[in-house]
């Protein structure tokens, strides 16, 4: 198929701010040590510069359709239409089938453009990275093979844990994995780690895995990304002949949501729905959903965005099953979304999350990642809801569920 251009719909300020005109707030900008403003403006000219260059986005996408097999199927899901009341009262249901990629999630995509984009602009030697689920390291550390860049990946123990096998695998592909046991030993000390370890090396590129971090990682990770969105939409006018009316991604640092719904930000027909993790229960404190617990306005990792915080100021740490999602914020410009009411948010918990991943692999035939349950969940819940059989709803099913086995079997024995 040929995939449509990218077109930028929302851009960030020179500074890399997204403001909402009502209310003032910025998102985004650059926060950090001043020693790494050198790299950062190098990335920023770099990427200015890919952009322009019609080779380069023209080598890029081929290797994305051949290499990463960015074109993957939307399936439509009677299944889950039945479950939700069947479509006579609920419309059809469609899945956007991003767990079909190389290395079967969505942050091949992201990764291996960055990595490209390293090598091919920057002329990197080196690629820094961090990781919670170990699927942004597995893709960077193949990309990085199949490129022919040493890599280094920064992951909190908790989460080395969690998500072995992709670890492994991670490993298998060459990386150098420096395990961070730093605060809550998860996604976001390991971000950190990776910062610091790129303002010691300037001949070495950062990649991001999430539409976060300092200007201008949040637009480059996002633009990079938003191609599945754009392949989507053009798949589902292929299939209906329109675009569908709502659209449903899960949110951590944001990335898989901007890559399925940027294409439609401009949209006002579709309904875009952003699902986090309400962890054992947004009451309990012990969730990852920064935007549903409205948490406040600071600064996380070099940007303005809302971020989990204590009474006292301090971030503080997420909880939940799902390491793609434990980060105590989200991406800038996702927050400046959810501030205009554009996208609109809602938090699934941990245990209907995990009951979801075992019905998914009964019903559907499926191995889902955890995280991609934490939005079925909660798409099931809002379609019953609206009751209107003329809508079609695109799902993003974002990764497979390979690492989430072990510790599913074990929940499942534990239950029955």
């Known amino acids: 198929m040929k995939i449509p251009p990218f077109k930028e719909h929302n851009p960030p300020d020179n500074l890399g701010y997204w403001t909402n005109k009502k209310t003032g707030e910025k998102y985004g900008g650059q ?4 020693l790494l403003i050198p790299n950062l403006k190098k990335v920023e000219t770099g990427f200015k510069k890919a ?9 890029l996408e081929e290797q994305l359709v051949n290499h990463i097999g960015i074109v993957t199927p939307i399936l439509r899901s009677k299944e889950l239409e039945e479950i939700a009341g069947g479509e006579k009262k609920v419309g059809k249901i469609f899945l956007k089938r991003t767990d079909l990629h190389h290395d079967s999630s969505h942050k091949p995509v992201s990764a291996f453009s960055s990595v490209f984009f390293a090598k091919h602009i920057l002329k990197a030697k080196k690629i820094i990275t961090e990781t919670g689920a170990s699927m942004n390291a597995r893709a960077v550390a193949s990309a990085c093979a199949k490129l022919n860049l040493s890599v280094e990946v920064h992951i909190g123990a908790l989460d080395a844990e969690k998500v072995s096998l992709n670890k492994d695998i991670t490993e298998l592909y060459g990386a150098d994995i420096k395990v961070c046991h730093d605060s809550t030993k998860s996604l ?7 910062l610091r370890s790129w303002q010691s090396d300037p001949t070495a590129m950062y990649v991001v895995g999430s539409v976060c971090g300092p200007h201008p990682y949040p637009l480059m990770v996002r633009t990079f990304a938003s191609i599945i969105g754009r392949i989507a939409k053009k798949q589902m006018k292929d299939l209906i002949g329109k675009s569908p009316s709502t659209v449903f991604a899960v949110c951590g640092g944001g990335s898989n949501l901007s890559a399925i719904s940027y294409p439609f930000y401009n949209e006002k027909s579709v309904d875009i729905f952003g699902i986090e993790s309400a962890g054992k229960g947004i009451a309990s404190g012990a969730h990852a959903a920064t935007i549903t617990s409205k948490a406040p306005i600071g600064i ?44 609109k948010f809602r938090a699934t ?20 990642a955890i995280e991609a349950c934490y ?11 609206r009751k209107n059989p003329k809508e079609n709803h695109l799902i993003h099913l974002c990764g497979s569920g390979e690492s989430n086995v072990a510790r599913m079997l074990k929940y499942k024995k534990d239950n029955e």
Do not use: W
């Open 188 to 194: 976001l000390p390991a971000m950190a780690a990776a």
């Open 375 to 385: 939005v079925i969940h909660a798409a099931l819940k809002e379609i019953k809801k």
């Open 51 to 59: 952009m322009k260059n019609k080779k380069f986005l023209a080598d």
């Open 300 to 343: 996380l990792l070099g940007a303005r965005s809302n971020v989990l915080m204590d009474a006292d100021g301090q971030v503080d740490p997420s909880e939940t099953e799902a390491s793609g999602l434990d980060f105590s914020g989200t991406g800038p410009e996702i927050c400046y979304m959810a501030s205009t009411g554009r996208i």
């Open 31 to 34: 926060y950090i040590s001043p």
């Open 349 to 368: 918990t941990d245990k209907e999350a995990q009951e979801t991943f075992l019905m998914m692999c009964k019903k559907t035939g499926i191995l889902p």
